[in-house]
Nanobody, 124 residues
Framework: QVQLVESGGGLVQTGGSLRLSCAVSGRTFSSYRMGWFRQAPGKEREFVAAIRWSGGTTYYADSVKGRFTISRDYAKNTVYLQMNSLKPEDTAVYYC?????????????????WGQGTQVTVSS
């Protein structure tokens, strides 16, 4: 089992920044890739970014490229999502997810473990 705990969400104005953290515990050696997804009210959960633990290959949704950066810290078993130039349309609950082995990095169905989510609200 892998446990994921997100933190760092909050309320920020348009153009501001936030850094989300995802602390990974449990069978961390079994995690192949970590991802961030988000879900706004009335919308489906959508892919934001993903990173492989080994090698650090990253993937981003077009809507966040150039504004968001995903990274990982082996020593702390933590994955981060640095979010800059935030827009009201970034408002959502952000979820951290872990994938046990290599599959599509952008499909929420291909992830095995999920955190409880953290709310990000961007005011206009």
């Amino acid at each position: 089992q892998v446990q994921l705990v997100e933190s760092g969400g909050g309320l920020v104005q348009t153009g501001g920044s936030l850094r989300l953290s995802c602390a990974v515990s449990g069978r961390t050696f079994s995690s192949y890739r970590m991802g961030w997804f988000r879900q706004a009210p009335g919308k489906e959960r959508e892919f934001v970014a993903a990173i492989r633990w080994s090698g650090g290959t990253t993937y981003y949704a077009d809507s966040v490229k150039g504004r968001f950066t995903i990274s990982r810290d082996y020593a702390k078993n933590t994955v981060y999502l640095q979010m800059n130039s935030l827009k009201p349309e970034d408002t959502a609950v952000y979820y951290c997810a872990a994938q046990n082995y290599g599959r599509s990095p952008m499909s929420s169905r291909e992830y095995d473990y999920w955190g409880q989510g953290t709310q990000v609200t961007v005011s206009s």
